[in-house]
């Protein structure tokens, strides 16, 4: 893993929080083939199957992306996927747990990708009804 110095909840915690999130989605994936991604200071990202489980490090950061996945679900339907839950939140001492449905395809790279296709992506946003 990643050697910084960002918070991190005991390992214990997380692969049991992690492992309650995956089984409520029907998942019953050993922890030795997780791949774990510890590349920010408010999360880490677990990716199994086909989810990414975003776990907040601090409480603080559990409320925000709740929060954040809220918006994320109740948005319309889009041209395109985002990433919505597949699971109900979880929350162990504190710690939150998000699943949600990996997307497809790779990130692009800064100024990279169709003007054209960012321009619809743009518009799709721009016309979400926001009551």
Partial sequence: MAEHQFVRPDQGLL???VADVLNSAGINEP???WTWIESGSSHIVVLAADLAIRVARTPATGA?????????????????EVPRSRT?????EGITAIASQRLAGEAHHPGSGSVRQLK???????????D
């Fill in 31 to 33: 922890p030795t083939s």
């Fill in 88 to 92: 109900g939140p979880r929350t162990v």
């Fill in 64 to 80: 925000t992306t709740l929060r954040a996945q809220q918006l994320v679900d109740a948005l319309p339907p889009l041209p395109f």
């Fill in 15 to 17: 692969d049991g929080l």
């Fill in 120 to 130: 619809l992506l743009v518009d799709a946003i721009h016309a979400v009804p926001l």
